[in-house]
Nanobody, 120 residues
């Protein structure tokens, strides 16, 4: 059974840090473009960071480049998103998801995500 289980998130003050985890099961982790997304209230879901299976590079959206770091632990089938220097505008529900190809295809069904709130 394909499954992505997220953990982490919560409430943090501006300038703080959080780490999200996403444990994958039921599929060959290294063969999928797995990434992190977020959706703020009233806005569309956006991709923040993703592993490109074609060249091994990591994509970052401009809004998080230099502050967020994507990492993978293949032995644990887990990806992480280290979020530093958080801003109030980073407040959103965060999701991890994967699809077979980096450029096109269908993602797994979206889960509930993890709430991240940045507030003083």
């Amino acid at each position: 059974q394909l499954q992505l289980v997220q953990s982490g998130g919560g409430l943090v003050q501006p300038g703080g840090s959080l780490r999200l985890s996403c444990a994958a099961s039921g599929f060959t982790f290294d063969h999928y473009a797995i990434g992190w997304f977020r959706q703020a209230p009233g806005k569309e879901r956006k991709r923040l960071s993703c592993f490109n299976t074609n060249d091994g590079n990591i994509y970052y959206a401009d809004s998080v480049k230099g502050r967020f770091t994507f990492s993978r632990d293949s032995a644990k089938n887990t990806v992480y998103l280290q979020m530093n220097t958080l801003k109030t505008e980073d407040t959103a529900v965060y999701y991890c998801n994967a699809r077979r190809d980096y450029y096109f295809g269908v993602y797994f069904p979206w889960g509930q995500g993890t709430q991240v709130t940045v507030s003083s």
